[in-house]
């Protein structure tokens, strides 16, 4: 079973760069899966943020890809997410995902990870 | 950008059918999963490639996807199925989820 980790802070200032890191159990990030994040505000739906391969291949939600950066590091089986100049819009359930790229869904869910912005 | 439109809430009784539907431009055409959230918890995918289920999801959730529309159908509602339901597409390298439905077993 494949098993999904978030971690990073649960509180970022307005306009500082947020960190996010997946690290993921049971599965090999350098098999054929695309690796995703996507965010849940309080008392909102489901917005996708990105999508990464070990390939370096990635895909951004043309809404936040100014201030978006996905990058994976095989070593340790992770992926992280960066997001800039964060302002309380941004405050939200933070999940990664396996994404299978084939069938266009997202198969396997991190518990998520609460992030705030507040000063 | 594309959207998906869902209705916000579904009441259904116990033992009965329930039916979301998720509205897109030619929704057909593409992949439509769904995911099922209750509180506290993250989505659990309850369909996928249109009508398919994971393992360990019941029989009692289908899915189907023609035109403009995807459904999913959950036959003999139980109480347990109250929660939040998004359905999701692909459009071009995007994932795009929708709005969400809240169905409620009355």
């Known amino acids: 079973q494949v098993v999904l980790q978030e971690s990073g802070p649960e509180l970022v200032k307005p306009l500082e760069t947020l960190s996010l890191t997946c690290t993921i159990s049971n599965y090999s990030i350098t098999n054929d899966h695309y690796w995703g994040w996507i965010r849940q505000p309080p008392g909102k739906g489901l917005e996708w943020i990105a999508n990464i391969h070990h390939t370096g291949s990635n895909f951004y939600n043309p809404s936040l890809k100014s201030r978006v950066s996905i990058s994976i590091d095989t070593s340790k089986n992770q992926f992280s997410l960066n997001l800039s100049s964060v302002t309380a819009a941004d405050t939200a359930i933070y999940y990664c995902?396996?994404?299978?790229?084939?069938?266009?869904?997202?198969?396997?869910w991190g518990q998520g990870t609460q992030l705030t912005v507040s000063s | 950008s594309y959207d998906l439109t869902q209705p916000p809430s579904v009441s259904v009784s116990p033992g009965q059918t329930a039916s979301i539907t998720c509205s897109g431009d030619?929704?057909?055409?593409?992949?439509a999963s769904w995911y099922q959230q209750k509180p506290g918890q993250s989505p659990l995918l309850v369909i996928f490639?249109?009508?398919k289920r994971p393992s360990g999801i019941p029989e009692r959730f289908s899915g189907s996807n023609s035109g403009n529309k995807a459904t999913l159908t959950i036959t003999g509602t139980q109480a347990m199925d109250e929660a939040d339901y998004y359905c999701q597409a692909w459009d071009s390298t995007t994932l795009v989820f929708g709005s969400g439905t809240t169905v409620t077993v009355l």
């Open positions: 030619r929704l057909g055409n593409k992949f």
């Open positions: 995902g396996r994404v299978d790229i084939a069938a266009r869904h997202v198969d396997f």
């Open positions: 490639k249109d009508s």
